[in-house]
């Protein structure tokens, strides 16, 4: 029953394959989705790797529930299977922001805005995302910005866990989108900012901190010059 | 052979260069002799500070140092048999270790490299690490794991420098297991007959659940792992082979895992073992298994160079020598506690010894 499941599962169109998991594409009851698996890692125990599995799928559906409830643009969790570490998720149809930044898309202030809010709103709720790049938002037809990749989103309230998100939306415009990186960071930070009002400042000083730490090694190399 | 950035002294050296390191950033004092042409390793001489009970304190192992330094030095010119005018640099190794103990080392390679008249070449410990990993396996353009007892490191090559992609937030998976030993009275001494006393403990052990597993990113964290082992050891100390077993098995998973992300993202197909846990079987059998679903090679080093020596900063600092890198004037051959790989230019990279 289960290994027919997981057959299935893996005979869907690859979407993507990162060290964590599989992203296929599918319908699940009609509607459009994501299914996301986590292998087995045979290097593991297999109880601890079977553990880790559950785990982690869980606090990835917990956390996607508790940002759809809230109304943040996440995709809606539709089925969750921890024992075989798979989670069902609406697929959202749209172009990652990177490549609409890529290809010189107007209003990139007003998108690094919504992306700013949408971080803010999550850390609102007490969730981190973990890895919100610009690969992780999504632009529809009808022009709304979602944010997606659960994979590494915890809840914490922790000053660190949130300022780390805000570095690395800023590490990734430095790196893929050095000529708009100003701009997008500042516009990025302005919506952060307008959602978590007096929040906002000790969050937004602890991801400069960060950057000047050294633990994030390009960025030490241009603002600290020997 | 090698003529451009190679000083005048070598001339007399059949056209090879030869390089003399010394290593003494942590337990072993080390000295190599590393020649430009084949057998390139021509000595490798070294002697390890094993404390009778407890950790490494740093002033004792800089007395042990002291000690030993010139039997080290006049074992290796004798293994190498070449004559101390056929050298042609004296690399050192300056950091990142400890204080006292890369005082030493600083103290002989000055000395060494005044009274020879040939220049001083500064070592990134953790690069010579890599580099000789490099050299050994074949394996050119890896992502490179290094754990050591001081170090647990996650570094690749991107633009002109080793990055590190990820690293412990704590402490090192080899200071973790040694602890651990220690407060258990597995050890010391922590390795016998080639085993280390955990892995030894850990042959009868089965997996425990309840102890936590910190992947955060691209880093790991091993002292609330640490903590939980020690605190399941007092109140139960007859499952000592399954806390072994599952502290080892966390510990090289978590490991490997930030490995694994880190191959995923920079998208390379070659991955390496370095530092003293490399001769770690178990660790080497799991990072074997993790690259095959990559289409990645792994290869390991061969015990005897994966812990600390004098090879491989000499083998190092004759890359550096080599491509006009790395000379420092003796005056000047400050130590760094904290030098981190990536503040570092690799311009020969991804060659090594060797490559034409």
Partial sequence: MISQFLEFVSSLDLLARGAESELRKGHYYGVPAVYKLRRR???????????????????EAKVLSVASRANIPVPLLLAVYPSIGLLVMQYIEGERLKEALDRGVSGHC???????????????????????????????????LYIID??????????????????????????????????????FIEGYSSVRGEKARPVIERAEEIMLRGRYVEERRTVWKP | ?????????????????????????????????????????????????????GGILPREVAQFFSRVA?????????????DPRDISGVAVALGPGM?????????????????????????????????????????RDPVVLYVSGGNTTVMSYSAGRYRVFGETLDISLGNMLDTFARETGLGPPYVVSGKHVVDICAEK???????????????????????????????????????????????FSSSVEVTERCLAHVGKHEVILTGGVAANDELNRKLSIMVRPHNARFRRIPKKYAGDNGVMIALTGLLELLHGVGIVE????????????????VPWYPKTLGDV
Avoid at chain 2, 9 to 30: D, K, P, Q, Y
Avoid at chain 2, 70 to 82: C, F, K, W
Wanted: proline share 5%.
């Fill in chain 2, 330 to 345: 003796p005056e000047r051959a400050f130590i760094r506690q904290r030098w981190r790989p990536d503040r570092v230019d």
């Fill in chain 2, 205 to 251: 052990g089965e997996f425990m659940r309840g102890f936590p597993y910190v992947v955060k990113g691209q880093d790991v964290s091993y002292s609330g792992l640490l903590t939980a082992a020690l605190r399941a050891y007092k109140r139960n100390p007859e499952s000592l082979p399954n806390i072994c077993y599952t502290l080892r098995e966390i510990g």
């Fill in chain 2, 70 to 82: 010139g039997d080290v030095l006049r074992e290796a010119l004798s293994q190498a048999g070449v």
């Fill in chain 1, 150 to 187: 659960f994979g590494l989103a915890d809840f914490t309230s922790e000053i660190e866990d949130l300022a780390v998100d805000i570095h690395l939306f800023r590490r990734a415009v430095s790196s893929s989108h050095a000529r708009l990186a100003e701009d997008l960071a500042r516009c």
């Fill in chain 1, 110 to 144: 007003d998108l690094a805005r919504r992306a700013g809010a949408i971080l803010g709103m999550l850390h609102e709720h007490g969730i981190s995302h973990g890895d919100p790049t610009t690969s992780n938002y999504i632009i529809t037809d009808s022009g709304d």
């Fill in chain 2, 99 to 139: 204080g006292p103990a890369l005082r030493v080392g600083a103290t002989v390679a000055r000395a060494l490299s005044s009274r020879l008249g040939v220049p001083l070449i500064a070592v990134n410990h953790a690069i010579a690490h890599i580099e000789i990993a490099r050299f050994l396996t074949g394996l």
């Fill in chain 2, 1 to 53: 052979m090698v003529s451009a950035a190679t000083p005048s002294s070598s001339a007399r050296n059949r056209g090879s260069t030869v390089v003399l390191g010394i290593e003494s950033t942590a337990h072993t004092f080390g000295v190599g002799i590393v020649s430009s042409a084949p057998p390139y390793i021509l000595a490798d001489a070294r002697r390890q500070y094993i404390p009778k009970e």
């Fill in chain 1, 41 to 59: 890692k045979e290097y593991m125990d297999p109880s601890l790797d079977s553990d880790l599995r559950r785990a982690r799928t869980l606090k």
